[in-house]
């Protein structure tokens, strides 16, 4: 593990920590879901921002700066705070921060966010909680309040509900959150992972069973360079973690080449799925050998340019730099022996040439203004709702959340009443 400071491309991974821990309600105070924008100004040169990471994944991070003012914190009873400090100091393990609250300087315990730890250090600001000393075992004296929050960051992250399942000898990572009758499982597109459905996964935990994938040779699962990246691999990772968790059926939904996955496991086991979702996803019935021949040119240092090029276009004007620079570092940093792969399987004619699933489908695309992307849905999938959202990119459930989210779970609502 290493810890280094925090950079803006690091955003994606810091909600998914914050969102989880919120969404279970069990290790924060917090109610409200963080928004990219609110932690996007944690990134000020005046405090510091650190994060734990190993195998270029986060585990977790520590920040430093004015105490949150958001309406979770207003009105907590002083007394329980007095409690918890009262029982900490009898077992001689604890933090604590010196603060003041409405004229009144004390000492209360802090309580520890999901996946990070936040410290106050500006003495001027009005929300209640302002401060900055963190001790540990009296015995031990002082620490350094930053070191320790990191410590407790790894700690608590490492407590996400996060699992590791087997299929056919590769370890598959998934994330598991909320609960309920109807399952919903997150697939993700072409060379990302699991953090892209960073503004999804906590909403929609708050209705439904959420499983959220990383397909093998992506995010955290293994990545053995002799195997073969096609829908087939893919979608048996899909269906080994829904038995793992003992799903039988569930609402797929699948951004990019998550479309084919979820239509190869609706054509595998057309029993284990209650719905399809396609988010901007791709209907690839190109030449099979023309799209090997482009995939070929991802290889090395070359390939790396071209996959940025091909990355770019799928931004709009409108995408924040600091979303793309997120998505960038993601797909980037896939191997390119996975990148060619998988891009190069999307198009197996055995795949595209069964028969279509008569499950329903929602297609949520990027408007692009070419009429045919609509009629190849319609023609591809007999019961699908196809809608556009307009001023979007490919990333259109990072780009428009809230938008996206709301018709989202709506949508699955319907399925469900049928």
């Known amino acids: 593990m290493i810890v280094r400071a925090a950079e803006l491309s690091d955003a994606g991974s810091v909600i998914r920590i914050c969102n989880a821990g919120i969404a279970s309600g069990l290790t924060t105070f917090e109610t409200e879901l963080r928004s990219p924008p609110e932690i996007e100004q944690w990134f000020d040169e005046r405090y510091p921002f650190f994060v734990a990471e190993e195998e ?4 977790g991070f520590a920040v430093t700066g004015a105490y949150s003012g958001r309406a979770c914190y207003a009105g907590v ?3 329980v705070m007095r409690a918890t400090l009262d ?9 604590f921060v010196e603060v003041r609250r409405q004229g009144i300087r004390g000492e209360y315990s802090e309580p520890a966010n999901a996946g990070h730890a936040r410290l106050s250090r500006d003495r001027h600001a009005s929300p209640p909680w302002s401060g900055g000393r963190c001790l540990a075992r009296r015995n031990r004296g002082r620490v350094p309040a930053v070191k320790l929050a990191i410590l407790l960051a790894a700690l608590v992250a490492s407590l996400l509900p996060a699992a590791v399942v087997t299929v056919n000898g590769n370890k598959v990572w998934y994330e598991e959150t909320g609960s309920g009758a109807t399952a919903v499982v997150l697939i993700h597109g072409w060379t990302c992972d699991t953090t892209f459905w960073s503004a999804q996964a906590p909403e929609l935990a708050k209705h439904f069973r959420v499983i959220n994938i990383d397909l093998p040779g992506h995010g955290k699962s293994d990545k053995p360079k002799d195997a073969t990246y096609d829908m087939g691999l893919f979608s ?4 080994g973690v829904m038995d793992a968790q003992k799903v039988g059926r569930a609402v797929m939904v699948g951004h990019s080449m998550g479309l084919p996955v979820i239509r190869a496991v609706a054509v595998l086991a057309p029993e284990r799925v209650l719905g399809l979702v396609s988010v901007d996803g791709v209907i690839f019935k190109a030449d099979p050998e023309q799209v090997r021949k482009f995939a070929a040119t991802m290889a090395g240092e070359p390939g790396l340019a071209a996959r940025r090029r091909m990355i770019e276009n799928m931004f709009v004007e409108s995408t924040p730099e600091t979303l793309r620079e997120r998505i960038r570092k993601a797909m980037l940093g896939t191997p390119d022996y996975v990148a060619m792969s998988a891009m190069g399987h999307m198009a197996d004619p055995g795949k595209w040439s069964a028969p279509d699933p008569v499950a329903p489908v929602l297609a949520m695309q990027r408007k692009t203004g070419d009429k045919r992307v609509g009629e190849t849905f319609k023609a591809t999938f007999p019961k699908v709702d196809y809608r556009e959202m307009e001023g979007v990119g490919h990333f259109l459930m990072m780009e428009k959340p809230a938008e996206f989210n709301a018709q989202l779970i709506a949508w699955i609502g319907t399925i469900i009443k049928k």
């Open 87 to 95: 029982r900490a100091r009898e077992l001689e393990l604890h933090k």
């Open 56 to 59: 270029s994944k986060l585990l």
């Open 77 to 79: 009873a002083v007394a």
């Open 236 to 239: 048996s990772a899909v269906l």
